[in-house]
């Protein structure tokens, strides 16, 4: 261990006696540690990104994030995006890379290894959250009290949520009853449920497989939030759109944990300093307005045919939903308790949106 690495533990340790745990106390140990820090050669993180850059996800989730880190920890700690599963394209292997070290940092659709993160079927139940701040915010303060199993080995920079799921297909769908037998790509296997239960043929499939799936008859349509359904393409092949508001869909950017706490104090505190709730408030501003303009452009465009469902359709749909959450919550008690938990979450969330109003 170098000098220079030693000064800087030991100034860790002092600074960290007499801060407080605020963003201010971080902000100033960061700067007093940080030009220390700058002596030695930057460390340089891979980040795993497998969809492209040129989309609202990255703007939202990705490029914050990292530009902040860059920007305030120019010539200590540098994060290098490879957008385009440049470091690999499989969706349900980005855990494992990260885990293995192949990229440091990784877009984590965790829909696509359920097993790895079991908790996560309730969050993706269809009808308990109401919008994408709602389910992000929920998501991510589950995670800073540790309530989710599957991420010990992980350390998470940013939990976010879709916005609730419509149902886009190449077919017509003027009703609920139109989805029988159509064939439509989920996310999850909780969003493959939601759909058998309504009478559609599921295929859990990734995002960026959807488009080549759909023009190729592979499949009638698909399960997509909005923003979602322009970044891959499938608005150019699927002009029908069912707004029947279906589960959101939770994903992640994850770092490994054990390249995290090996990380000098200051890049940790730097780190942390746009993890969590700071990355959490840019997804909601930056994707959240993205949803609205890309709905509010599908709802304009005359070749496309835009259903609301109807009030009996929409009551049909909620017994699903409702009869999905108790039947998940009568496996364990476990299950049960997550479930109060999240409800208190979200109760919370919808008081406080209540009195800002």
Request: glycine residues 6%; proline residues 6%.
């Amino acid at each position: 261990m170098s000098t220079i690495e030693n000064a800087v533990k030991m100034m860790v340790a002092s600074v960290s006696l007499s801060i407080k745990a605020t963003h201010w106390g971080a902000a100033t140990a960061i700067a007093v540690l940080l030009p220390l820090a700058a002596a030695a050669e930057p460390i340089t993180l891979k980040l795993a990104f497998f969809p492209s850059e040129y989309t609202e996800i990255y703007e939202a989730a990705i490029k914050p994030f990292v530009d902040r880190v860059n920007t305030e920890g120019k010539g200590v700690l540098v994060i290098k995006v490879y957008p385009d599963g440049a470091l690999g394209k499989a969706v349900a292997k980005q855990p494992q890379m990260v885990l293995d070290d192949i990229a440091e940092i990784g877009w984590i659709i965790p829909g696509q290894t359920p097993y790895r993160f079991p908790d996560n079927q309730l969050l993706e139940m269809p009808g308990l959250f109401h919008d994408l701040r709602e389910g992000t915010l929920a998501y991510t303060r589950l995670l800073a009290g540790n309530a989710l199993r599957g991420y010990r080995d992980f350390f998470v920079i940013g939990a976010f949520m879709s916005a609730p799921t419509f149902v886009h297909s190449r077919k017509p769908i003027s009703a609920l009853a139109d989805l029988k037998g159509q064939k439509i790509r989920a996310n999850n296997q909780m969003e493959a449920e939601m759909l058998e239960r309504l009478g559609a043929i599921p295929t859990v499939m990734p995002s960026v497989q959807v488009a080549t799936a759909v023009e190729r008859g592979a499949i009638d349509g698909a399960a997509l939030s909005v923003a979602a359904l322009v970044d891959f393409h499938v608005s150019q092949k699927a002009k029908n759109h069912y707004l029947l508001r279906g589960g959101s869909t939770p994903l992640l950017l994850l770092m490994n944990r054990k390249r995290f706490e090996s990380l000098p104090a200051p890049a940790q505190m730097l780190i942390r300093k746009y993890s969590g709730e700071p990355a959490a408030a840019a997804w909601i501003e930056s994707f959240g307005d993205a949803e609205r303009e890309q709905l509010d452009k599908i709802r304009a465009d005359p070749e496309r045919k835009v259903v609301v469902p109807s009030p009996s359709d929409w009551d049909s749909a909620r017994q699903i939903y409702q009869s999905m959450i108790d039947a998940w919550a009568a496996k364990s008690a476990h299950n049960r308790a997550l479930l109060a938990r999240v409800r208190t979450e979200i109760a919370g969330l919808r008081k406080a949106k209540e009195m800002r109003q």
